[in-house]
């Protein structure tokens, strides 16, 4: 059974940084790209970053870019984004994902609160 | 970027009837589409990629069609566990992979 089990959302200040984890099991991890999706309170969802089975190829939207760095350990089934210059706007659940280009599972999601 | 824009925002269905929901593509993401459902609470389930093809262990009375710019999932006889969120999402103009607002299916 594939699961993916996020962690390190905190509220955080404005400004601040934040590594979130997220732990992958019950698939062949280095064989599968991976997501970073969020989700705002009571609000929709929005795509943040893919990064391809090897760490070769990353992408972002535009909102984070230049801010989060994605990154993985396939000797650890981890993934690992990387936040800084937090802004207010990005308050959010963050998704764990997995799927070349569609997610095809999802982790329960942790949550982020730029606050101060 | 394609906007993907999902209509109605809220339908109201009675369990048992059909439900039609609509995703517009702002150009052609040919058949390079999945909609996905979330309840309250919990993380979105991937119900259909490629436009129509279901994903493992949905139920057949969900399906997908259209092609292009203009999508429908179909909920043929809407059951309990039915009544969530839907979010439709393009992946064949990437990055970024892109959202629609989603449409709500709540119990008439």
């Known amino acids: 059974e594939v699961q993916l089990v996020e962690s390190g959302g905190v509220v955080v200040q404005p400004g601040g940084s934040l590594r979130l984890s997220c732990a992958a099991s019950g698939f062949t991890f280095d064989d599968s790209a991976m997501h970073w999706v969020r989700q705002p309170p009571g609000k929709g969802l929005e795509w943040v970053s893919l990064?391809?089975?090897?760490?070769?190829?990353?992408y972002y939207a535009d909102s984070v870019k230049g801010r989060f760095t994605v990154s993985r350990d396939n000797s650890k089934n981890s993934l690992y984004l990387q936040m800084n210059s937090l802004r207010a706007e990005d308050t959010a659940l963050y998704y764990c994902a997995k799927g070349e280009q569609w997610v095809d599972h999802w982790g329960q999601g942790t949550l982020v609160t730029v606050s101060s | 970027e394609i906007v993907m824009t999902q209509s109605p925002a809220t339908l109201s269905v009675s369990p048992g009837e059909r439900a039609t929901l609509s995703c517009r593509a702002s150009q052609s993401v040919i058949s390079n589409l999945a909609w996905y459902q979330q309840k309250p609470g919990q993380a979105p389930r991937l119900l259909i990629y490629?436009?129509?093809t279901r994903a493992t262990g949905i139920p057949a009375r969900f399906s997908g069609s259209g092609s292009g710019t203009e999508f429908t999932l179909t909920i043929s006889s809407l059951q309990s566990e039915d009544f969530a969120v839907y979010y439709c999402?393009?992946?064949?103009?990437?990055?970024?992979?892109?959202f629609g607002g989603g449409t709500k299916v709540e119990i008439k």
């Open positions: 990064i391809s089975w090897d760490g070769t190829s990353t």
């Open positions: 490629g436009a129509s």
């Open positions: 999402q393009q992946y064949n103009n990437w990055p970024p992979l892109t």
